[in-house]
């Protein structure tokens, strides 16, 4: 029987093969005993996890490109992003799946609040903007004074979250961000 490896944040508590019998720890009922290779589940955990990966990356082409534009158009972007399959999970868990509309996102960084409600103007302007996701964050006077414009747009059937904010909004909200997953915001 082996023991789990002491670094409880290595990605092979989860993709790896601990007892090396052919199932993935994740769906290993016994992941310590080369003996005993039983499924927990009919469902594969680390099959669906690749799927859930696959679907994210599939919003890579589309936010590169919208990020390009904005760019070319003299926005401050800063490098999109694809949410981690970990956090799309841990965010699954919170919302229906299909209601997720930030697995991809850019940030917009502006020097004032009316500079922001500019760029959702040029964004309704350029992208589908779904009109129901435009989200005043500014005016809800978030924990640790975390303020911005979060806007979905749709792009080839993806969907994506555009943050506008001031970068100093921005960089102190770095620090609260673990925080804030945590809920101790």
Known sequence: MSCPPKDTKNR???AGDFDKDGTKNIDDK??????????????????EMRIIRKRALEHRGAINKIQHQIKQDGYNVSKARLKTTTS????WRRKYFAN??????IRIYVD????????VDYLKANYNVIPDEVEDVFSQGRAGGYGAIHV???????????????????????GM?????LGQL
Do not use: C, M
């Open 12 to 14: 092979s508590l989860i």
């Open 30 to 47: 016994y992941p310590f005993d080369k003996k005993r290779s039983e499924q927990k589940d009919e469902l594969s955990l680390a099959n």
């Open 88 to 91: 799309i999970i841990n965010k």
């Open 100 to 105: 997720i509309r930030d697995i991809a996102g």
């Open 112 to 119: 004032s609040q009316e500079e922001a409600w500019q760029v």
């Open 152 to 174: 979905i747009i749709e792009e080839d059937g993806n969907y994506f979250e555009v943050q506008i904010s001031t970068k100093e909004i921005f960089e102190k909200a770095k």
């Open 177 to 181: 961000h673990t925080k804030y997953k």
